[in-house]
């Protein structure tokens, strides 16, 4: 069965940095489309980021446009360890991060195409 487990997580100051960290396992998520939301509290989940691969050794991004420029989506070239590297980090970026995976194409921004999902991270930032 397949599994995602987000870490990484915590409290940091506003212009601060965090690196959020998914481990996929229980299936091949090498093919997968792996993405990152995120749920700020009282509000809709919202599309962080994804990757996908395009050759053996390259994924190639994409990333909602409130964290454009201050974020970076990766992988490991096993392909079953997303990463979110989290720069700049605003009093607005507090939420919960979840990971989530998915094996067709299309809009990577949609949360509802995606099957599989971790239970998630809390990432506070302060003033």
């Known amino acids: 069965q397949a599994k995602l487990v987000e870490s990484g997580g915590g409290l940091v100051q506003a212009g601060g940095s965090l690196r959020l960290s998914c481990a996929a396992s229980?299936?091949?998520?090498?093919?997968?489309?792996m993405a990152w939301f995120r749920r700020a509290p009282g509000k809709e989940r919202e599309f962080v980021a994804a990757?996908?691969?395009?050759?053996?050794?390259?994924?190639?991004?994409y990333y909602g446009q409130v964290v454009k420029g201050r974020f970076t989506v990766s992988r490991n070239h096993a392909g079953n360890i997303l990463y979110l590297q989290m720069n700049s980090l605003h009093i607005e970026d507090t939420a919960v991060y979840y990971c989530a995976g998915r094996y067709i194409s299309g809009d990577y921004g949609q949360a509802r195409d995606y099957p599989y999902w971790g239970q998630g991270t809390q990432v506070t930032v302060s003033s």
């Open positions: 990757t996908r691969r395009i050759d053996e050794s390259t994924f190639y991004p």
């Open positions: 229980g299936r091949t998520f090498s093919s997968a489309v």
